[in-house]
């Protein structure tokens, strides 16, 4: 209920609406866990928005999507519209659309809920080498105790909307 949210220096809270956006826009990934893939747009498509929002040419929204959905294992499904992919497919697609502006910072809400152990494993491997590759920070919600402890560097514990501690897993809840 108050406070300030500073990202590259600059207050998220005050100033200009078009500024936030250009942060929003090409600063931070994505991955909402309710997949919310444009149900008309093939998988390619809908991993080139983000680009083709920030005016990125389109030979090259298309050489970058084809590379970052062969990265989460997708190339063969490219040409495929939502409803005739998995819902792990489909949290693939979501994880390349976040990743796609190589973003400074991804925001993935329980991204691998509900999904098979195939799936967990290629978007829990996607999000490790984003984060050791590009130095890319990821904040990532999770009931998964097990996932936290093998992929969280740092980590928070919310109680009621609250932080209650921080620290290491192992420090949070002394195990």
């Known amino acids: 209920t108050s406070g300030k949210v500073l990202f590259k220096g600059l207050d998220m809270n005050v100033g200009e609406l078009s500024?936030?956006?250009?942060?929003?826009q090409e600063y931070i990934g994505l991955i909402p866990q309710e997949i919310n893939l444009i149900r008309y747009l093939t998988a390619?498509?809908?991993?080139?928005?983000?680009?083709?929002m920030m005016g990125v040419r389109s030979r090259e929204r298309k050489e970058r999507a084809f590379e970052i959905l062969k990265e989460?294992?997708?190339?063969?499904?490219?040409?495929?519209?939502p409803f005739e992919l998995?819902?792990?497919e489909q949290q693939r697609v979501a994880l390349a659309r976040a990743l796609v502006l190589n973003p400074a910072l991804v925001?993935?809400?329980e991204p691998t809920a509900n999904l098979d152990p195939k799936a967990v494993s290629i978007i829990e491997e996607a999000l490790s080498r984003v984060n050791r590759q590009h130095?890319?920070?990821?904040?990532?919600?999770?009931?998964n105790m097990?996932?936290?402890?093998?992929?969280?560097?740092?980590?928070?514990?919310?109680?009621?909307?609250?932080?209650?501690?921080?620290?290491?897993?192992?420090?949070?809840?002394?195990?």
């Open 107 to 109: 925001l993935a809400d």
């Open 135 to 143: 130095q890319t920070t990821i904040v990532m919600t999770t009931h």
């Open 86 to 88: 998995s819902m792990g």
């Open 44 to 52: 390619r498509e809908n991993v080139e928005l983000p680009m083709e």
């Open 72 to 81: 989460v294992g997708l190339l063969e499904r490219v040409d495929h519209l």
């Open 19 to 24: 500024v936030r956006k250009l942060i929003l």
């Open 146 to 175: 097990f996932q936290a402890q093998t992929l969280a560097q740092k980590a928070a514990l919310l109680l009621d909307g609250r932080i209650e501690k921080t620290g290491t897993i192992q420090e949070i809840f002394e195990v």
